[in-house]
């Protein structure tokens, strides 16, 4: 049994270095392609112009503390009341992504934020009204 194991190798490595001589040889030989089937590469039309820069996008940090355009910043009025944690994060980050967003700067610095007013498509993010 060990033979015929050996022997089956021999045959399987021999077909393959001759396989390989012939591909060596001949490379288009090796995947018959017909280039006429082949599609041509057309580029979208344009003015030659780079590509738009992507939208910036706000990151939250926490449930007060975000970046913006390479900033840090800090909102005027904490959104959610228990503003650590993950849920806290997650509620401003949709928040954020929830419309157009414009940041005002209040000049105020605490440690490495800003302190801003931000509005989202207009409206002022504020603390939730208590009942």
Known sequence: MTVVFR???VVLAAL????GNAWAASPAAAVAVDPSRLGAVRMPEG????????PVRAYAIDGQRFYYGGQQYILDAPVVADDRGDLARQ???ELLD????SVHPLGEKLEDSE????RINGELLSP???N
């Open 47 to 54: 003015d030659g112009s780079v590509a738009p820069t992507p």
């Open 7 to 9: 022997s089956c190798f």
């Open 91 to 93: 509620r401003l980050q």
């Open 128 to 130: 939730p009204q208590l």
């Open 16 to 19: 393959a270095l001759m396989q």
């Open 115 to 118: 302190r801003a007013q931000v």
């Open 98 to 101: 929830g419309g157009d967003l």
